[in-house]
């Protein structure tokens, strides 16, 4: 089943491109980036109903040609795309090959066929490189989307083949007016907060369950800095945790205090639920934010990693992002020692 949010903060990109499909100059190949949980899959997904809708009218699909009928169910012979399987922590060659016939042959039912990649920076180096002849020579009517949170980590020659099209985070009271049609003020305020202003990862983290896990990430953040909690057991109670939202909560928060740190100290973490956040915010000076840099760097390459199919020793990695969390504050000796 293909389903997608209409989402008020990506019309425009969606009618610029059907303006582009409906006078045939859209391009053949796109990288589509912008940060997490903003809506991107959503807006192509609202792109592709519409390219393949049969009597589309002023930008919206009728929802019950052919076309419509056979998108939602999943089963347009124009469209495929290319996700991670079940289970998997990468994009595989054979998912690319498997697809060979859908790119070479011309598309069935209409003018063009879509190819979806998402995320696109996790497609492997073999299943990137048989991409990539797929690119160079394209079949008439195939359009390629790669969609990616970090178009840096995808290989050079890939992205030097898409036009780059960069999705932007939405207006906070767009964010908040989508977010309040499910989740009280309070609720909306603090769970925008805590993604950077991504209502839809927002909104994935809001239950109260969630947000509990949350605040205890950020807990353990502040007492590792202030010693009061070693790296093993830190490491213990992230490993009990859901991985994504873990190194979600990890990377925003990275990401809220270096806004801070780089900015108006007083913009973030205003939140009554992020208390430890606002302390660590407190800790934190602007001599650490190479460090930070540096952390949020080991984020990226730990959820890399854990992502790949060595299968690495998990609490290992999270220790060592432990230490790498505390590693500024090494210089003073005395705190270093209780916490090593
Ligand atoms: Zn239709």
Redesign the pocket.
């Known amino acids: 089943m293909n389903k997608y949010r209409k989402l008020p903060w990506n019309q425009k990109k969606v009618q610029h491109l059907l303006d582009l499909a409906r006078v045939d100059k859209i391009g053949h190949a796109y990288l589509f980036h912008g940060q997490r949980g903003i809506g991107k899959l959503d807006a192509l997904m609202e792109f592709a109903e519409q390219l393949f809708?049969?009597?589309?009218q002023e930008g919206e699909?009728?929802?019950?040609?052919q076309?419509?009928r056979l998108f939602a169910a999943g089963s347009h012979p124009d469209f495929r795309m290319l996700r991670l399987e079940e289970e998997a922590r990468q994009i595989k060659i054979e998912q690319v090959r498997e697809s060979q016939s859908f790119i070479a042959n011309t598309p069935i039912m209409g003018r063009h066929k879509l190819l979806l990649i998402e995320p696109a920076e996790l497609l492997n180096i073999n299943a990137a490189n048989a991409l990539l002849k797929n690119l160079e020579e394209p079949a008439a009517g195939t359009l390629f989307f790669l969609v990616s949170h970090q178009p840096g980590s995808l290989l050079a020659t890939i992205r030097s083949r898409c036009q780059q099209i960069k999705f932007p985070r939405p207006e906070k009271h767009q964010a908040l007016e989508f977010l309040q049609q499910t989740l009280s003020a309070e609720q909306a305020g603090a769970a925008l907060e805590m993604t950077n202003g991504a209502p839809l990862a927002a909104l994935k983290f809001a239950s109260e369950e969630s947000m509990q896990e949350i605040s205890a990430v950020h807990e353990s953040l502040l007492s590792l800095l202030q010693g009061e909690m070693n790296i093993t057991d830190a490491a213990s109670d992230w490993m009990a945790m859901d991985e994504n939202l873990l190194l979600e909560t990890l990377l925003t928060a990275t990401e809220i205090l270096l806004k801070g740190l780089l900015r108006d100290k007083t913009s973030s973490a205003t939140n009554r639920h992020w208390q430890s956040l606002k302390e660590l915010q407190s800790l934190l000076e602007a001599k650490h934010v190479r460090s930070l840099h540096f952390f949020y760097q080991d984020l990226l390459n730990t959820r890399a990693m854990l992502r790949s199919r060595a299968n690495p020793n998990k609490q290992l990695l999270l220790e060592a992002l432990c230490l790498e969390w505390v590693r500024p504050f090494r210089d003073n000796t005395e705190r270093w020692k209780r916490i090593a």
């Open positions: 809708c049969q009597q589309a699909s009728c929802g019950q040609c076309g419509c």
